[in-house]
């Protein structure tokens, strides 16, 4: 086993000239990360995210496709309503749930916010249907901070590979932060999650194919028969 740096300490299996190695290799492969989420604003953002939880982003797109042309500030939303909002979402899951969350945020982003998506953490938890998650997420994509959003696939990766193995979402995401070097923390998110759903898959990672299989600590990969 390699030694652990000082750094990592019991937060990764990986020391940071292995960690630097992946992120370095990852960067290569996609020198300009980004999200999936088709979106033009920070507010078309939050909504997308907000619209994803549990709904694939290809599902997302599709109907962001119809609804963004029609209500794409915090106020156009609310005059759409809740009603109005569900026609176009209706195909993506839990959607009574978040036309209900939408509306109820945007409703507060007019009120308070004058209509503009704040950029604190704290703030955008305060919006019905935002959390921490979605928070980090906007904070990162739209604001360019060095924020870590963990989803399904990213805290798959990070145990798989050792990178930052945790129990909980928020376990691996303070791992990470802490031992990603500071050059690849920006966009850490989007190669980690793209790494996630299109080569360390869930039911049948393709370690093959994997850029970073001999860096991974992975016990059960896959082999080329």
């Not at 109820?104 to 998650?133: D, F, M, W, Y």
């Amino acid at each position: 086993m390699a030694a652990v740096s000082k750094r990592a300490g019991k937060a990764s299996l990986l020391s940071i000239a292995q960690i630097t190695e992946m992120f370095s290799r990852l960067r290569e492969l996609n020198p300009k990360p980004k999200t999936e989420l088709e979106y033009s604003s920070p507010f078309e953002l939050l909504v997308a995210v907000a619209l994803s939880a549990q709904a694939t982003d290809v599902g997302v797109n599709k109907a962001t496709r119809r609804l963004f042309p029609v209500a794409n500030t915090p106020q156009a939303m609310l005059d759409l309503g809740e009603d109005g909002l569900k026609q176009y979402i209706n195909t993506i899951g839990l959607y009574n749930a978040k036309a209900a969350n939408v509306i109820a945020a945007c409703k507060i982003l007019v009120e308070k916010h004058n209509s503009v998506v704040p950029q604190t953490r704290e703030e955008l938890e305060a919006l019905p249907g935002v959390g921490r998650k979605t928070a980090n997420v906007v904070l990162n994509t739209a604001f360019g901070q060095l924020a870590m959003a963990v989803d399904t696939h990213i805290f798959r990766v990070s145990n798989r590979t050792g990178l930052a193995p945790g129990k909980n979402v928020r376990e691996v995401e303070d791992k990470l932060v802490k031992v990603i070097p500071a050059e690849f923390l920006l966009d850490a998110h989007h190669w980690l999650i793209l790494h996630g759903r299109y080569v360390c898959k869930a039911r049948k990672p393709e370690c093959a194919g994997c850029v970073i299989a001999d860096i991974c600590r992975f016990k059960e990969k896959t082999r080329v028969d």
